[in-house]
């Protein structure tokens, strides 16, 4: 069964970077032909697809975000990761990894973390 | 950028049925795919390719489309329905997946 666990800081300053690390136990995370994402879902409000990585490591990014987002993935330690620069107050959100399967939806999902952006 | 749009919320008594739209430009070529969450929760899919129902879930939650229309029907709602749903699916090169603005099932 595989499961995904978020981590990372749970505030972030104005301006600075937010950094969120998903770690994939249960399976390889460059096995099979799956995308790795994170969606983000600020406190009652909708889901926002933010970004995903391929296991070959090609990336795609929602226009939105597209330049304060970096998506990278280390096989070695089984973990994607999320770079959100410049962050403001509305970045403040419950961040999910998730695991596209081969039929095209979120199979799996992390938990969620919550990413407060304050001074 | 594509969007897809879902109506705010939907009202039903228990035992009625519930519908609820997703509407995209994109969607005659691409599949839908239905999410329920519960407060506090991760989201679950109820439906994928726009009509084919996950192991696990009620026969009662059904998928249809038509055009840029797709449409989450839940048949004999019951309480624990209660959810906030959203749709799920990319632009016409495939490459952007977007979800809709979520739809709020109230159980009367």
């Known amino acids: 069964q595989v499961q995904l666990q978020e981590s990372g800081p749970g505030l972030v300053k104005p301006s600075q970077t937010l950094s969120l690390t998903c770690t994939v136990s249960?399976?390889?995370?460059?096995?099979?032909?799956?995308?790795w994402s994170w969606i983000r879902q600020p406190a009652g409000k909708g889901l926002e697809w933010i970004g995903r990585?391929?296991?070959?490591?090609?990336?795609n990014y929602n226009p939105s975000l597209k330049s304060r987002v970096t998506i990278s993935v280390d096989t070695s330690k089984n973990q994607f990761s999320l770079k959100l620069s410049s962050v403001t107050a509305a970045d403040t959100a419950v961040y999910y990894c998730?695991?596209?399967?081969?039929?095209?939806?979120?199979?799996?999902w992390g938990q969620g973390t919550l990413v407060t952006v304050s001074s | 950028s594509y969007e897809l749009t879902q109506p705010p919320s939907v009202s039903v008594s228990p035992g009625q049925t519930a519908r609820i739209t997703c509407s995209g430009d994109a969607l005659p070529k691409q599949y839908a795919y239905w999410y329920q969450q519960k407060p506090g929760q991760a989201p679950v899919l109820v439906i994928y390719?726009?009509?084919e129902r996950p192991s696990g879930i009620p026969e009662r939650f059904s998928g249809s489309s038509s055009g840029t229309t797709v449409t989450l029907t839940i048949s004999g709602v019951q309480a624990e329905d209660e959810a906030d749903y959203y749709c799920q699916s990319a632009d016409s090169s495939g490459t952007y997946t977007v979800f809709g603005g979520g739809t709020k099932l109230t159980v009367l």
């Open positions: 998730a695991r596209v399967g081969r039929e095209g939806y979120f199979d799996y």
């Open positions: 990585i391929y296991t070959s490591g090609s990336t």
């Open positions: 390719k726009d009509s």
């Open positions: 249960g399976g390889s995370i460059s096995s099979g032909s799956y995308y």
